[in-house]
């Protein structure tokens, strides 16, 4: 097998192969390592394979979903039926449950990319009502999105890191001109240096096509573009998915970072050891309601995976 995934390699192979910049690093018997060091070998460093974080101090709400539900055309079934919850600023909480079960649906409802008549209930950000409003009108309050799909929502590859750097923002100041008419290069390329330095995106030119980069590159410019705008809320979607353990842990950092800042983060994930591990208060969505909420300092894998499957 060929994977990024410690958990898998650990579980399923005799022997292990590590590769990093094309080239092989390392041989070891799976039985003789362990993941601390299968990952020094992938990044070349010592790796912090848990999240560190102190604990959550939540301020006032800042997101209030009441009874949003949503239906599929043609499918006469419920993607969200009925969501509740709330999320204060300087919290992390957390949506575990198995894909297809209404995760895609909650966030980009809460983005603005669903058409408001087809949503039921209502959404209140910062004590207003956005239901209706437009994923523009979204980024301009203060909510920020980064996408499960970065190739089909996140990134226009044929374009270079500058101009993926304004994706969304790119009718505003510093990406236009003080005449809000024209395209302000300059600030734009020097936006787009800034983000490349501060989170580490490689190869460090703006001009390179998006493409170019690696899926974790990628990421990482996806969220950096996302935490320029200095969001009050925060919609994560399988942040690390594709990415290598050295981006992981970096993206977790800077994700912490962000609720430590006062950011309200909504946060979905497939992976069940990084929900639990990043999330302050932890919902399980089944076929798309929340069917409870566990404290993820306490809750086993098998209480959680419990509701996951059987919303008991």
Do not use: W
Request: charged fraction near 30%; glycine fraction near 10%.
């Amino acid at each position: 097998i060929i994977t990024h995934k410690l958990s898998e390699v650990l579980a399923i192979s005799d022997d292990v192969t590590v590769m990093r910049d094309g080239k092989v690093v390392g041989r070891v018997k799976t039985s003789e390592t362990n993941a601390a060091e299968l990952a020094r070998l992938m990044v070349g460093r010592d790796v912090l394979l848990r999240v560190e974080k102190p604990d959550a101090k939540p301020g006032e709400t800042v997101l209030k979903v009441s009874g949003l539900s949503f239906a599929s055309e043609g499918e006469g079934t419920h993607r969200l039926d009925g969501v509740s919850f709330e999320v204060r600023a300087g919290e992390i909480v957390g949506i575990a449950g198995v894909e297809g079960n209404g995760q895609t649906e909650l966030i980009e409802a809460l983005a603005g990319l669903i058409e408001s008549g087809k949503l039921k209930g209502r959404v209140d950000f910062m004590g207003r009502d956005v239901t209706r409003l437009s994923a523009r009108a979204h980024k301009n309050l203060g909510i920020a999105h980064i996408p499960e799909d970065r190739l089909r929502r996140g990134l226009l590859l044929d374009f270079d890191l500058a101009e993926n750097s304004i994706l969304g923002v790119h009718y505003r100041k510093p990406a236009v001109s003080a005449a809000g008419i024209l395209l302000d290069e300059d600030a734009i390329r020097k936006r787009a240096e800034q983000i490349i330095k501060d989170f580490d995106v490689r190869p460090a030119n703006a001009t390179l096509p998006a493409r170019s980069l690696s899926g974790g590159n990628q990421q990482k410019l996806i969220i950096g573009r996302e935490f320029d705008l200095q969001p009050k809320l925060l919609l994560v979607a399988q942040p690390t998915r594709g990415v290598d353990i050295g981006a992981i842990e970096f993206i977790h950092r800077k994700l912490v970072a962000m609720r430590d800042a006062g950011c309200a983060v909504l946060l979905v994930s497939a992976e069940l050891e990084e929900v639990t591990a990043l999330s302050d208060r932890l919902l399980v969505i089944r076929q798309g309601r929340i069917v409870g909420e566990v404290d993820p300092k306490v809750a086993t894998t098998e209480e959680v995976g419990l509701l996951m499957t059987s919303g008991e």
